[in-house]
């Protein structure tokens, strides 16, 4: 066999390890969601002091991949990157 067909063999292997690793990426991406403790977190319930209409939170709580975690405001986004180990 000759260099040059082993190389193509190579670049070709690679090429289909390549094109399955792309067609799994959503089944990766959800894995790693679930077992990852930091994530994105939507806002679920929250308490205001005053009017909520100038977004001063009190207590916030969110829902992520690993259940319910709690936030303390002043400032609680509808969606926040959280390390649901220890809060925000």
Known sequence: MSTKHQTLSVIGGLARLLSHAVRGWPLLLLVVFFLS??????RV??????????NYYIHCTYLGSRG???????????VAWIDSRGGE
């Open 37 to 42: 403790s930091e994530g994105p977190h939507l």
């Open 45 to 54: 319930s929250w308490t205001c002091s005053g009017s909520c209409d100038r």
């Open 68 to 78: 319910f975690v709690p936030a303390l405001g002043p400032v609680c986004p509808l």
